[in-house]
């Protein structure tokens, strides 16, 4: 027998505590409000009663009854949605354990299930409260009214009939979950419960969550279209441009206009010198110069030359830029009359200055440049922050920057024509790339100094001034920006706004949707190991936020950790395959293995990227970000992993212990670290030892000193309670 009413239902705290081993089961699907009473909404399905009488045997076959069996079924499928092992259960008789195996059987759970449910000890209602769940994670009762959405965000009721099938309610709270994943849901429930009778020995992890049509219309949700022809190389661009525009401005810096047979003689020239002093194809050149015409110079000369290029920001600390020249075998550093801070130069680099003035030497060297790239040969390394405590070299192809460029043609996220493009990121940012790369096609590089980008002011009046057509730009860095630069721009300005390299709020969202009568923005997403780019959206104000689609060439999967797609509304680890994919870390096999994995989709040998980035399909085919597998954290656009702030940190003889949380403010971020200290240590060495080692963006705007961390019940730092307990600044002069 079952019982005639039965609630199975879930409740969902905070979002703050989503990720916390004590969350909860099934993560909203929206931001919650809490301030605004959720409204309640439903959905019906019916299992028919052949199903229901399989799991009636099924369930009989343990010892065990159909309503422990829907139970059982149940906590499967939120095990397997949340990728949680255990839940806290209540029934009217008290809080029941469930562990769920990854590797277990639904005959093992199921057993365990009805040993769980037989020993929760009789307890008798209070007085004066209604049958019903106390804040749980999962709740089960028996009989009564069942429970709604005012009470809990999720809940499944159910009621047998006449013929045999069970009839199914989800009640949902609307401001936390979408209908799409709801139906979803349900859905995924009546699929397992078929699943469970027909392979109740197999494991629950082997057990299929959506239908096969299901999962393809997924996989082809996330493949971009093919390029239409094998995309030229930057350089083959490049000379096209050189023929057919060889008068047109190429570069803007600062008042000084370089036209395209300009710039094409000065590379060229330093492409000759760098070949006699021994570049080629697979060698390193690092290139030490601040945004500029020179900076364009050099890197067109290194790719000329047939070497690869590092980019190096002079106003990185030293250290790192000297790791970065050591780490990559650079045996050439190409850079400008004091730009080179001391240090950074190894005793085996040769220097090759700058002069401006390469296009009126004599070109008529003994040595000639390399001839045409080969298409998989390596155009750049740049290094990204390492978990290990030291950064890591990305080697592109100049395949990928190629296919790059042509994928943005050919979704038209670069318009047709030419443009006016500002170069707004460091050279060391990947972002970088995208930008500089546009004046291969025509369009015509427009470059801002230092004291121009930091000032919102100046920039957004540079920006309208020189009439741009495309600038990349944060979304940290845009909110000061854009309030300044709206009421500059006439409706019609022509101006596109590239956003990207970290979330982007819904706050801002909406300010740009109310301007698109002046100008228009694309979200763009994508990793250093993935060539820059990989999906592209335009900016609506009054849509959800999600990352677009992927461009041409490239394809993008949400995969569970088994590498099999996940059910929309299920999120999981996002991966990029295709032409972007990158050919790995520069002398790092062993990590390079690690996420490049061998794609099984290709069937040519090609392989994808695991970008460590969490993302979820929604069932009306929007592809949502969810943040980071690891502690890896997006600070202004700078990926940073937190575990390398903590290893320069932990260098520091007078400390402990460390740690570095991200703390959210506003629509931005700040880096708050935590030590535990010798007496003999003060906070102010600590910090000069970072502000002399670590960039800018990676240095902590906090230090809070603590004679204990916090710690879990098996002993390793409680990381939660830390950010719960929040930053309590030491003073300049703490000791």
Request: hydrophobic share 40%; with cysteine.
């Amino acid at each position: 027998m079952i019982d005639p009413d039965v609630t199975l239902s879930t409740r969902d705290e905070a979002s703050s505590h989503l990720l916390d081993p004590t969350g909860t089961a099934l993560r909203p699907t929206r931001r919650r409000h809490t301030t605004v009473p959720p409204a309640e909404r439903w959905l019906a399905f019916e299992v028919p009663a052949e199903e229901v009488g399989a799991l009636e045997k099924t369930a009989a076959a343990s010892g065990a009854t159909l309503h422990a069996a829907l139970h059982a079924v149940y906590v499967a499928q939120l095990a397997r949605w949340s990728g949680r092992s255990e839940f806290t259960v209540r029934t009217p008789d008290g809080p029941v354990t469930a562990r769920v195996s990854r590797t277990e059987s639904f005959r093992s759970l199921l057993r365990e299930t009805r040993s769980s449910l037989e020993t929760t000890p009789a307890r008798p209602p209070v007085a004066g409260q209604t049958e019903g769940p106390e804040p749980a994670e999962v709740v089960l009762a028996r009989g009564g009214t069942p429970f709604g959405a005012t009470e809990h965000d999720l809940a499944l009721t159910y009621v047998p009939r006449d013929d045999g099938s069970l009839g199914f309610r989800v009640r949902y709270a609307e401001a936390a979950f979408e209908k799409s994943t709801m139906r979803g849901l349900a859905r995924r429930y009546r699929l397992l419960l078929r699943h469970v009778c027909e392979l109740p020995d197999a494991m629950l992890e082997e057990l299929p969550l959506q239908e096969e049509r299901d999962g393809a219309h997924l996989a082809d949700l996330g493949v971009g279209a093919p390029l239409r022809t094998r995309p030229a190389t930057v350089l083959e661009r490049f000379a096209a441009t050189v023929r057919e525009r060889p008068r047109a401005v190429a570069v803007v810096d600062r008042g000084t206009a370089l036209s395209y047979a300009e710039l094409n003689l000065r590379a060229e020239f330093l492409a000759r010198r760098l070949v006699s002093a021994g570049a080629g194809p697979e060698s390193v050149v690092a290139v030490c110069l601040p945004r500029s015409a020179d900076l364009v110079v050099a890197i067109l000369g290194v790719l000329r030359a047939g070497a690869a290029y590092l980019p190096l920001d002079p106003a990185y600390p030293v250290d790192r830029l000297a790791y970065m020249v050591g780490d990559s075998d650079a045996g050439i550093l190409v850079t400008g009359q004091g730009v080179l801070p001391d240090g950074v130069r190894g005793e085996d680099v040769e220097v090759v200055h700058l002069h401006g003035d390469e296009g009126a030497q004599d070109l008529a060297a003994p040595t000639s440049p390399c001839g045409p790239v080969d298409p998989g040969q390596c155009a750049y390394v740049i290094y990204t922050s390492g978990s290990t405590g030291r950064p890591k070299g990305v080697q592109v192809s100049h395949a990928s920057l190629a296919a790059l460029l042509a994928g943005l043609e050919e979704s038209g996220t670069i318009r047709a024509g030419t443009g006016r493009v500002g170069w707004n990121a460091s050279p060391s940012f990947d972002a970088s790339v995208q930008q500089w790369i546009r004046v291969v096609r025509g369009d015509t590089l427009v470059l801002f100094d230092d004291a121009v980008r930091l000032d919102p002011k100046r920039l957004a009046t540079a920006v309208a001034e020189e009439r741009l057509t495309d600038f990349d730009i944060t979304p940290s860095h845009l909110e000061y920006v854009l309030p300044r630069l709206g009421p500059l721009l006439g409706t019609g300005s022509g101006l596109r706004l590239w956003v990207g390299g970290e979330p982007l709020s819904p706050t801002l969202q909406r300010h740009l949707g109310g301007l698109a009568d002046r100008l228009d923005a694309v979200n763009v997403y994508g990793t250093t190991e993935t060539t820059v780019d990989t999906t592209v959206v335009v900016v609506r104000g009054d849509e959800p936020t999600h990352l677009g689609a992927p461009l041409p060439g490239q394809t993008v999967r949400v995969l569970d950790d088994r590498l099999r797609p996940v059910p929309a509304g299920r999120t999981g680890d996002l991966y990029v395959c295709g032409s972007g994919v990158a050919r790995g870390y520069l002398g790092r096999p062993g990590l390079t293995a690690a996420v490049f994995l061998p794609d099984p989709w290709a069937g040519d040998g090609s392989r994808m990227y695991r970008t460590g980035d969490r993302a979820r399909w929604t069932a009306d085919g929007r592809l949502e970000f969810h943040g980071r597998a690891d502690r890896q954290v997006k600070i202004r656009g700078y990926r940073v992993e937190l575990g390398e702030i903590e290893a320069v940190l932990a260098e520091h003889p007078q400390v402990l212990e460390c740690a570095v949380l991200r703390r959210l403010r506003g629509d931005g971020s700040l880096l708050d670290a935590y030590l535990r200290m010798t007496e003999a240590g003060s906070v102010e060495q600590v910090r000069e030892r970072a502000e002399r080692l670590l960039p800018h963006w990676m240095r902590p705007a906090t230090y809070t000193l603590l004679s204990v961390f916090p710690r879990t019940v098996g002993g390793k730092l409680d990381r939660p309670a830390l950010a719960d307990r929040g930053p309590r600044p030491a003073s300049r002069t703490a000791a």
